[in-house]
């Protein structure tokens, strides 16, 4: 028996609360091309109360989902989300090609949104676009720079000692990737 930890799987799914489902579904399947996959209709107890919520499941591909919750009652609502302080921190990144950002960067601007609602980051290891949707997910769309492979060897070669070397209060810069 392997006694060490292996935490190799994959996403199931992401969750995250809304109170306006369409407006969700519009924005993933319209906007962002994710499939709705799956929506759930329960009644079940939950933290002491029995709740009424619906639980969609929107496909990013590969069978890996984002999820959004709706509650039935407005203080389960309430009690629950999304309200969340708003942080660039807090964010959900998707991987994809050049051109599926070009053509979300191309659709989320003829529907509207402009900065602050999405903005565009050059990271240096990838180029992200981010955009805030109708829940209050902050998601982004990252393409890999094209020596993302050399960039994450020289990465795994330092983990461990760049975090012992910032938890030790050195925090100088260390991201020359940022320069290429």
Known sequence: MNTKPNASGRLHHNAHVTTDMEAVRKFYEELI?????????????????????????????????????????????????????????????????????????YRLAAAGYKEPETYILKHGYCYSLYVLDPAKLLIEFT?????????????????????????????????EAYHR
């Open 33 to 105: 091309g994710f499939p709705l996959v799956a929506t759930w209709c329960e009644k079940t107890e939950l933290f002491g109360k029995e709740r009424t919520y619906m639980h969609c499941f929107f496909d990013m591909g590969g069978g890996e989902c984002l999820a959004f919750f709706q509650f039935a009652d407005k203080e389960d609502q309430e009690q629950f989300g999304p309200e969340l302080p708003l942080s660039g921190f807090r964010h959900i990144a998707m991987k994809v090609d050049q051109e599926t950002q070009d053509g979300i960067c």
């Open 143 to 175: 393409v890999d720079h094209e020596n993302i492979d050399e960039i994450n060897e020289e990465q795994l070669g330092k983990a461990h000692s760049e975090l012992k070397r910032w938890l030790a209060g050195d925090y100088s810069p260390n991201n």
